[in-house]
């Protein structure tokens, strides 16, 4: 008898009922543990909504990886808009990753077309994109809270003189109201004096909200949550919840727990058993590394990944913890061959790798003076560079 491949796979049983909620774009309705910051945000900004325009709100919120900054920033965002909206009060809300738009004239671009969407990407100086924004919020009576996620990123890279221009966008303004408010997001904004100017460093350090991380019992409740949505009834071990926990509290990292889970149960489904057991949550932690983080890596252009590749290659060839410049770029013009691509010149490569320094990527050190010369050596903070081989093979796929 032939085999029907295709109906094979569509007949196949699932543990998932629906996988999308394991996906890293999802953001919950209840997010378990964060109650008291979610309060502490409502007690800061209801201002915004019980007299418009009288003042404006800036937030920093803080914390380790995973801890939900960037869902509760986003959920209360959602919950400012609707009570807003209840009472007549045009406000928006924008998320905006500093990671993807990483200067200031990508932001302000990324805020104009929030209002105009079609609006041309070159043409116009970062100090006009503002004006315009100002006159639009103006014009059209609205009111904006922009969320600058991983803003320690760009606040490293590019310093932190775009809070001090988006506050004195409205604040300065006599007797106008004041229409923009922000929520700072990232694992350590550097508040120091060297960067801001001294009356948004002050408010800033008012308003700093700290995210911790979460224990084993915290993220016990967030995948019980999730593993109810996304599974179907039964077929989760409880066992396997509590194998998970133990393995991700150690960071306090939700994501990797919801991905040590999704991880688990793909591997329910290639075996082919309608139960996820605590050894498929084993195996997903020896498939996987929480430092690597896929909306991290899908955002980097294809260059800086083949770059990466080559230097996990190199990595695992050499079987030290670090290489050399040198090496990498030997390694680098493989891969771009292998790829179809035009290996850039060395300039271009070294930016490169400080971009990648600066996004936590990779590690860089100047070698000592030893038999290898002075040179920049790199490595990867503890990820295995097999893991991040095929991780990136992945990717790049
Ligand atoms: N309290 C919670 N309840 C439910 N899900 C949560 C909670 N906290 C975090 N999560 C989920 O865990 C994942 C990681 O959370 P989030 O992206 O908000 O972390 P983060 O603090 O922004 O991390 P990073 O510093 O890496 O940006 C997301 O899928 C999020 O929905
Ligand atoms: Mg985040």
């Known amino acids: 008898m032939v ?32 109650d008291s910051e979610l309060r502490s945000l409502a007690q800061s900004f209801k201002v915004l909504i019980a007299s418009p325009g ?45 990671r993807v738009n990483k200067s200031t ?27 315009m924004i100002t006159e639009i919020l103006d014009r059209e009576d ?16 590019k310093g932190a003189d775009i809070l001090y221009d988006l506050t004195r966008l409205t604040d300065d ?12 997001v990232g694992r350590q904004i550097p508040l120091d004096e060297s960067l801001f100017d001294q009356s948004t460093l002050s408010t800033l350090q008012r308003n700093i909200l700290r995210f911790e991380k979460y224990d084993s019992k915290a993220l016990y409740d967030i995948l019980t949550e999730r593993k109810d949505k996304a599974f179907l009834d039964g077929t989760v071990m409880n066992e396997t919840l509590q194998v998970i926990c133990d393995i991700a509290s150690e960071r306090g990292d939700a994501r990797y727990a919801i991905e040590l889970l999704w991880r688990a149960g793909k591997q329910a489904d290639r075996n082919g058993v309608n139960t996820v057991i605590p050894d498929f949550a084993r195996q997903a932690k020896s498939d996987t590394h929480p430092e690597l983080r896929k909306e991290v890596f899908t955002a980097l252009p294809i260059q800086s990944k083949l770059l990466l590749l080559a230097a996990a290659r190199q990595l695992k060839e050499v079987r030290s913890a670090y290489i050399t410049m040198g090496e990498v770029e030997e390694m680098y013009r493989t891969v771009c061959e292998e790829y179809g691509q035009e290996p850039r010149a060395h300039t271009q ?33 503890d990820v295995p560079a097999e893991l991040l081989e095929h991780f990136l093979l992945d990717l790049l796929d």
């Open 349 to 381: 490569v070294w930016e490169w790798i400080q971009d990648l320094n600066a996004h936590g990527v990779v590690d860089t050190k100047r070698s000592g003076t030893g038999q290898r010369g002075q040179t920049t050596l790199i490595g990867f903070s």
């Open 105 to 131: 004239y990508l932001v302000y671009l990324k805020i104009l077309r929030a209002f105009k969407p079609k609006f041309p990407r070159r043409g116009h100086s970062p100090e006009e994109l503002l004006q």
């Open 173 to 184: 303004r006599l007797n106008a109201p004041q229409r923009l408010s922000i929520i700072g």
């Open 3 to 34: 085999r029907d491949y295709i109906e094979d796979e569509l007949g196949r049983r699932s543990v998932f009922k629906s996988e999308h909620f394991l996906s890293i774009d999802y953001v919950p309705e209840i997010l378990p543990h964060r």
């Open 54 to 98: 009288h003042t404006s709100q800036k937030f920093i919120i803080e914390g380790p990886v995973g801890t939900g900054k960037t869902a509760v920033a986003k959920r209360f965002a959602e919950q400012m808009v609707q009570a807003a909206n209840r009472r007549n009060i045009s406000l928006q809300k924008l998320h905006i990753n500093c």
């Open 142 to 157: 609205q009111y904006l809270l922009l969320i600058l996620d991983e803003l320690d990123y760009f606040i490293r890279q």
